[in-house]
């Protein structure tokens, strides 16, 4: 080893191939150029300033290491991801850890080791190459301010060299997301202002928001493996082209379950389904098997704090740690729909579902086996939800009250190494299956199954809510019949994780493969 780092070149090899893995490892486009800038930039520290340069190292190794899996899958940091780090805990992060691929490991591994191996490097760089080799780095890793004003008319510095963008990216979603949260807990101490006029035809209005589920896995929308047998024989009214507005929980409930202005776009955080339930004299409900946030809530566990009577089975956490089921909800909703004194009600039960790690939500069970023990254990945790919406129904039914049954889950998931082994379904906002999710209404009065084939927009589900409940408000759009098979405008516009809005249309399929696989 000694005799090896006596040669100069394989010891500027041995540098090079720890920038490069780490460069890939960030998640930025490769561009070679900033490789070598930034390589020849570490060999000018690594003789005159030895404790700088080991210090560099190992800290960059460290982060390169840990940021690895995501910057594979996910790319380089957005907003999302910074927003998951807000909301993850602990349980959550060892889950995510526990479904990493072997390459993500490997990856990680060979960083460490390049990075350890960097350590040990020393090369004088004369004084006028030095100093040249830190201008060119310098000159080449932002972009100046005169070139800044000659493209966008301002004198802004931005960070071009990834390994330093790396870390101005994270600081800038974080004010981001900081700035937002200070927006949320403004908004939501503000007064709704609804004034709506209530025409409930039910006395018992029921809304789960179910998690992570997929509508292709499931077989009332064609997977071949029986796991919604109650939906299956059960007379609904099936959403067979319904999306979510976003491709995740954090991006895609909020607007969803809150009024939209009109005029600018921004999102009423006071004026929800919770507000607006109350506001028209119903008892409200929100039991969640998803946790409420110490300190700052999360959105929708604050919007669920709004109801008149609420609980959180995972206390402390925004996922909850595997030890609790959606079944643990049922006696919180067979109280909430015993309860004689109240005539109308809202109950909103939030389920952890079919959320990462599958096997976590089953208790890694299954009844049927499918390419891979984790998609296994997900059609299973379908399975499981159509279970849990029989036993409300059954519940629903041995009252004396008429009511009315409503599901649907909050975003898709993409799905990864199709027919392998180790096959998953992961978050994702890059094809259709992102966002293609399923919606069904089941009522007291139910006679025959139906289908509702025109597209339907999470972004309007205030405009479905307010006509399933029979609530409206002159602030809720009204200007289409949602449980219809009519034509509704502007119903295939989508967000994903840059908070942008896209053309739903424009992205490429997902499709499951369909082989089979004997366990």
Known sequence: MKILYKNKVIQCLILLTFVLLLH?????????????????????????????YSICII??????????????????????????????????????IHTLSP??????????????????????????????ITFI??????TWPIKSFMNNGSYDIEIKLPILRFFNDIKKHYDSVKIENEWINVELKKKDNWDPIKQEQYDNYILVIGESVRRDFMQSYGFPINNTPFLEKSPVIQFNNYISAAPSTLFSLPPSLTLTDKNTNNTELQNNIIT?????????????????MIGSDSIISTI???????????????????LTTDNDLLPDIQKALSNNNEKNKLIVVHLIGSHSQACAR????????????????YIQSIKNTDKLLENIVTMSNNTDKSWSLLYFSDHGLSYENKGEGYAKLTHDDKFKQNFEIPLFI?????????????????????SLFSEWTGITDSKIPNHCHMISNDVCDDQDTVINFQKEHIDYNSLPEDKINYSLEKE
Request: aromatic share 18%; glycine share 6%; net charge positive.
């Open 442 to 462: 089941l009522s007291s009065d139910s006679k025959e199954k139906k289908y509702i084939t025109e597209r339907r927009n999470g972004r309007y589900f205030m």
């Open 362 to 377: 089953t208790q890694d069970k299954y009844d049927d086996f499918f390419q891979s023990t984790e998609l296994s254990c």
């Open 304 to 322: 669920g704090k709004r109801a008149d009577t609420y609980h959180f089975l995972s206390k402390g956490d925004y996922h909850n740690n595997g």
């Open 24 to 52: 890939i490892s960030l998640g930025y486009k490769l561009r070679f150029f900033y490789v070598l800038s930034f390589t020849a930039f570490l060999l000018c520290l690594s003789a005159r300033f030895k404790k700088s």
């Open 276 to 292: 607006l339930a109350k506001k028209a004299g119903l008892n409200t409900y929100w039991l969640s098997n998803q946790g409420s």
């Open 59 to 96: 800290l960059l190794s460290i982060i390169g290491a840990i940021y690895t899996p995501i910057g594979l899958k996910y790319g380089s940091p957005n907003i999302n991801s910074v927003i998951s780090f807000f909301y993850t805990n602990t349980n959550e992060t060892l889950e995510f």
């Open 137 to 142: 780095f310098i000159i080449t890793s932002v």
């Open 103 to 132: 390459i993500n490991l490997i990856f990680s591994f060979f960083i460490i080791v390049f990075g350890f191996l960097s350590l040990k490097i020393s090369i004088f760089i004369k004084n006028k190459l030095a100093l040249f």
